[in-house]
């Protein structure tokens, strides 16, 4: 498949699975991300893990805010992204205080206002991260929101922290075109089952 294909193809399963998203009713979104809260909070990765990168939900994605505030409620380590806009990428800041650390960024999501957090010396410092995305195999195939910020983050971890994403059943999909630079995750967590991605 041409490079073309591909991110045409991406596109179409982007745009389907952001329109199925969207008509799920905000009651059952709010439901279905208690839940895959619950389950996140059980996983064997997540439990052995000290320090977490986490992300700040916006629009009809899954409710990350929920585990986010259990994360810091349990005593681990939280870091959060924040988009550079001079070199595009992200960078990763320790949080702790949610009200008076974040602030609305790029796109309307919040993120670490540089001057109240402590930035992370070093990507390695996270064991654990639960990732963003639209789509995603049950073998592990993600398909973000076209940025490629994640997948430049990750190429910059060795050794890569246990990545794992929360979605509702809906967005799971049979397949997604993969290019060189795309990052598998190990564990999807749905409202309905957790998914070992061994692949």
């Known amino acids: 498949m041409s490079t073309m294909s591909i991110q045409t193809t991406k596109q179409a399963i982007r745009k389907n699975t952001l329109s199925l998203r969207e ?23 997540y439990r052995q893990a000290d320090s977490v990168l986490g992300y700040m939900n916006f629009g009809a994605e899954f409710a990350s805010e929920l585990w986010v505030r259990r994360v810091l409620a349990e005593g681990r380590r939280l870091a959060l992204p924040r988009v550079n806009r001079h070199t595009n990428q992200l960078d990763l800041y ?47 195939v993600r398909l973000g929101y076209g940025g490629g ?22 967005q799971i999909v049979e397949q997604i075109p993969q290019e ?4 598998n995750v190990e564990w999807i967590v749905t409202e309905e089952e957790t998914i070992a991605c061994y692949v």
């Open 23 to 45: 008509q799920l009713p905000a009651d059952a979104r709010a439901a279905h991300s208690a839940a895959i809260t619950a389950h996140l909070l059980q996983l064997p990765a």
């Open 94 to 140: 320790w949080v702790d205080d949610l009200e008076g650390q974040l602030a609305a960024g790029l796109w309307g999501i919040r993120e670490p206002v540089v001057e109240r957090c402590e930035r992370l010396n070093s990507l390695n410092e996270v064991e654990f991260a639960l990732l963003p995305g639209v789509a995603f195999t049950r073998h592990g």
């Open 149 to 170: 910020f994640y997948d430049k983050l990750l190429s910059h971890m060795t050794p890569r922290p246990t990545l794992a994403v929360a979605a509702f059943a809906l």
């Open 180 to 183: 060189a630079t795309d990052v």
